[in-house]
């Protein structure tokens, strides 16, 4: 019993490690596709200006 209790306690944690992990990852690209939007959106302003510089 007690071994299965040390198994059980031992999937907890492989479980609790592996969220965490998964959750950590989410982050990590979410701010990744943060730094991704505000970079697209400076290129399409300046996109945008350059075109109505050269009046097309």
């Known amino acids: 019993q007690r071994r299965?209790?040390?198994h059980v306690l031992?999937?907890?944690l492989l479980t609790y490690l592996l969220s965490?992990?998964?959750e950590q990852?989410?982050?990590e690209v979410n701010n990744?596709?943060?730094v991704v939007?505000?970079?697209l959106a400076g290129i399409e302003k300046e996109y945008?200006?350059?075109k109505?510089?050269?009046g097309t």
């Open 37 to 39: 939007n505000e970079n």
């Open 20 to 22: 965490s992990r998964e």
């Open 48 to 50: 945008t200006a350059t």
């Open 10 to 12: 031992k999937g907890l």
């Open 25 to 27: 990852e989410v982050m």
């Open 32 to 34: 990744k596709m943060k």
């Open 52 to 54: 109505e510089r050269l």
């Open 4 to 6: 299965s209790l040390g």
